[in-house]
């Protein structure tokens, strides 16, 4: 086995989206990387972004660090879709999904509270999590 680069990565915000779109009785109504039209921060959001991270030769691994900014009309349901996507997020090990296999998951920054100074009135919880892929 090669341990270079491979000449690109698995699309690991799809990847994120993805897992979280299939998630029964899910607290948010729109997961992606962009706000939907019309956001003004009080809808129920997951927004999905890679922060950074690191290729591993060794392993053969993408190590991207994932952030996610959950909304609600209030601070309360913020907070429980931040705690929904969390626990979700969390349980993502060996999905498979864009020629890469999701082989660890590591909580950086759990849900914390910080404020969105770009929209009025809204309620924003931010979280860091670190998924290793392995590559097909």
């Not at 990387?33 to 809808?43: H, L, N």
Request: hydrophobic share 45%; proline share 7%.
């Amino acid at each position: 086995m090669t341990t270079s680069p491979p000449s690109s990565l698995p699309d690991v915000e799809l990847v994120v989206i993805d897992w979280l779109k299939n998630t029964a009785s899910a607290p948010w109504t729109t997961v992606d990387r962009v706000p939907p039209s019309g956001f003004d921060g009080t809808q129920a959001v997951v927004l999905v972004s890679r922060m950074g991270g690191a290729w591993i030769d060794t392993t053969y691994e993408d190590v991207p660090i994932i952030q996610l900014e959950c909304y609600g009309s209030t601070k309360l349901i913020a907070m429980t879709v931040a705690m929904a996507a969390r626990a979700r997020l969390l349980a993502i090990d060996g999905f498979v999904d864009g020629g890469a296999t999701v082989v660890m998951v590591t909580e950086c920054d759990g849900p914390r509270w910080l404020p969105d100074y770009l929209h009025n009135g809204a309620n924003r919880y931010v979280s860091m999590t670190q998924l290793n892929l392995r590559m097909a």
